[in-house]
């Protein structure tokens, strides 16, 4: 196991001239190479280095794009740790975060302009730095500076700290190594040799680990070539130009192909070529639909159901090319102790998880939130069982939280403590409904209060968290709200 800046060491012998990282610009994917990507990643740690910014902590805010990761390869690798947040946080959710982590420095896009303009007004000491307004100048800088530039060869540092929500004023902070990150990379190999001649097209969120580490960080080792997606609704059509051989997919795009083709259009043959041409297709992020996993696998498609959590930073169960059984979520990985907590009469209990890419557990927070216990075993939330042969088989949630299709985490406790601020509030239930958040209320207030105190806490929180339907119980019999 090397780090980063070792492996980008390497990759500069070997790859210079490269194409690495393509991105969408004048109407055509144009490529950066693997030599110039690390001479920014280097510029950059010098220039961020030269402001004071050494072992500190350095958000990124901002939907994915070449710059996006520039920063976080040298934030990690030459600077310090890296905090990539949900583009699609809100100000309330980046105050939160703030309250539990301490950040000196924010790379934000130009379409987070505004939040982070309230934001600076209450924490002025704050670097706050407009990624498509100064980002160049930053690179300029640094390749200007006669700065030494020191790679973080410690894999046992902390290099990363992702956040798995920013709703409450008591987000989970979780802290991240090297060693962490790269702990299941020969495991992954194994099932999945990833190689220099693949093409991998990139449109998951990179601050997720499941993307960021699986389909980005270890990039840097296999030496494949990326393409970033230009545009969600563009996926299909991209793909189909970019012709890629390793895709990670979530079930919500999964079903989204699965209904294209599925409804004999003029593209589907193309569609499903495409498809079989995919050497390793990975879907995780939440739970993948058995009907559509098995018509996927009998077409010929090399789909593999991959389970994991940020805590393990990432992949703890993945299926494997050929396996005939196609009903688990995955077979454990070789190098994870995983075991099943007070299982039942059928073997079902909760998912523990003990190993090298296992987090050393959440900061700040000692108290009876950790699901880490004293021998290092992660408590996942999750109840499933394992079988001889090591597959793992989902069967449900012992945490209360709901994935969204797009692979999102909706905490149910922390939403309806959200809701309880209101003291006229005796109770609220949050739940699922027809794929969006639903609450049920109880309370002194009227249906048209509820409604307007609904979406006054909607426009606080990003669009997957937004309670789309309301049942209110009063004194007087209520009903449902449109």
Request: charged share 25%; glycine share 6%.
């Amino acid at each position: 196991m090397k780090s980063i800046c070792e492996y980008l060491e390497e990759d500069e012998r070997k790859w210079k001239d490269r194409p690495y990282i393509h991105v969408w610009r004048e109407g055509k994917f144009q490529a950066v190479s693997f030599g110039k990507t690390i001479s920014d990643i280097k510029n950059l740690g010098k220039a961020l280095n030269d402001r004071g910014l050494h072992g500190k902590n350095i958000m990124i805010y901002s939907e994915n794009s070449y710059e996006w990761m520039v920063l976080y390869l040298s934030i990690m690798g030459y600077v310090g740790k890296c905090v990539p947040v949900d583009k699609e946080w809100t100000e309330f959710d980046i105050r939160n975060t703030l309250s539990v982590l301490d950040i000196d420095a924010v790379f934000y896009s130009q379409k987070k302009k505004e939040c982070i303009k309230k934001l600076q007004e209450v924490y002025p000491g704050i670097l706050c730095v407009c990624i498509e307004e100064e980002f160049l100048r930053y690179i300029a800088a640094g390749a200007k500076s006669s700065s030494p530039l020191e790679g973080e060869r410690n894999l046992q540092k902390t290099v990363m700290i992702l956040f798995t929500s920013g709703t409450t004023n008591v987000p989970k902070a979780i802290p991240l190594t090297q060693a962490n990150l790269f702990n299941n990379w020969e495991t992954l190999y194994q099932r999945t040799p990833m190689r220099e001649d693949d093409i991998s097209y990139v449109f998951l969120p990179l601050n997720h680990v499941y993307s960021g580490v699986a389909n980005f960080l270890y990039s840097i080792i296999s030496g494949m070539q990326l393409y970033l997606c230009s545009d969600i609704t563009k996926i299909i059509e991209e793909m189909l130009l970019v012709r890629p051989t390793v895709v990670c997919m979530v079930p919500l795009i999964l079903s989204r192909v699965y209904e294209t083709v599925t409804n004999e259009t003029a593209q589907t043959e193309r569609i499903m070529e495409m498809l079989r041409g995919i050497r390793f297709l990975y879907c995780g992020g939440s739970f993948t639909d058995l009907t559509i996993k098995k018509f996927f696998i009998s077409q010929g498609v090399h789909l593999l159901e991959a389970y994991g959590t940020t805590e393990t930073s990432s992949v703890i169960a993945l299926d494997i090319i050929g396996d005939l059984n196609i009903d688990s979520n995955g077979v454990i990985f070789e190098n994870l102790d995983v075991k099943i907590s007070e299982p039942d009469e059928n073997g079902v209990g909760e998912i523990l998880v003990k190993g090298g890419s296992v987090s050393s557990g959440y900061l700040s927070r000692n108290d009876h939130y950790s699901e880490f216990d004293s021998e290092g075993y992660y408590h996942t939330g999750d109840l499933g069982r394992i079988d001889e042969t090591r597959h793992l088989y989902i069967k449900g949630r012992k945490k209360r939280m709901i994935i969204t299709e797009n692979a999102k985490n909706v905490y149910v406790d922390e939403m309806e403590e959200l809701l309880l601020q209101n003291p006229n509030l005796q109770k609220a239930v949050i739940f699922e409904e027809d794929h969006h958040i639903a609450v049920s209320v109880i309370g002194n207030l009227s249906r048209e209060e509820v409604t307007e105190y609904v979406e006054e806490i909607n426009r606080k929180l990003p669009k997957y968290k937004r309670i789309k339907n309301i049942y209110v119980r009063m004194d007087v019999p209520g009903g449902r709200i449109k």
